[in-house]
């Protein structure tokens, strides 16, 4: 499956996912949340990377990541990763017992224009669709209830102008179509943006495969 560029160019937005291992619980009360956060900015420490958004899900995390240059994606999700993964074992004594993430992370990259308001309020909206609470702004662990609240020390401005009324727009549903879409980017690690745009893109980082159909070609008759 494809996954996004190893080394991903800085100046584009990315979305980036990581699920546990047979999608197994990776939190399970507020402690193990506070202690992910933490790791993430001692992320942003050792790795600075600009983070427009976020939501950490039972089983799985969300970001949505603005590098400046190329290796700085893969970098600050590789370190968090194994980071989290280790002090995770430590704590609930499980070390040398296996995988914690199912593997890499996957990404997809976004144009800036309403796509990435779209992908912004997937991420944002992701525990209100897992229906984890009933307004998107009440997820204490998303960007979103850190903004709400005036905590937004891990997040970096947004590259377009935050439309006025957001958390209203995080709670409406997406439509069908947009759905789709995001999910397509996601299971394919494709370009989410215009059609020109995505061409562009998928050429520049040599991911054009992920527009082809899966399953071998018919034969002809």
């Not at 993430?40 to 240059?69: D, G, Q, S, T």
Request: glycine share 6%.
């Amino acid at each position: 499956m494809p996954r996004g560029p190893r080394n991903a160019p800085g100046g584009l937005v990315y979305h980036a996912l990581n699920r546990a291992v047979a999608r197994l619980p990776l939190f399970e009360k507020d402690a193990d949340y506070v202690a992910f956060e933490r790791v993430v900015a001692l992320a942003l420490e050792k790795h600075p990377i600009r983070i427009l958004a976020y939501c950490v899900m039972p089983n799985h995390w969300h970001f949505v990541l603005w590098p400046r240059r190329d290796g700085e994606l893969t970098a600050f999700l590789r370190w968090l990763t194994h980071t989290h993964t280790m002090r995770w074992h430590a704590h609930h004594q499980t070390a040398g017992t296996g995988h914690l993430y199912q593997g890499r992370f996957k990404s997809f990259p976004v144009e800036t224009d309403d796509h990435l308001f779209t992908v912004l309020r997937y991420v944002e909206r992701n525990a209100l669709r897992a229906k984890l609470v009933r307004k998107a702004e009440n997820w204490r662990w998303s960007s979103l209830w850190r903004r709400q609240h005036g905590e937004a020390s891990l997040l970096s401005d947004w590259p377009v102008l935050e439309p006025a009324g957001w958390p209203a727009l995080v709670n409406a549903p997406h439509t069908e179509a947009e759905l789709a879409a995001v999910r397509h980017a996601l299971i394919r690690g494709a370009p989410f943006g215009s059609a020109d745009w995505t061409r562009r893109t998928a050429h520049r980082l040599g991911l054009e495969s992920t527009f082809r159909r899966r399953g071998r070609p018919k034969k002809e008759e």
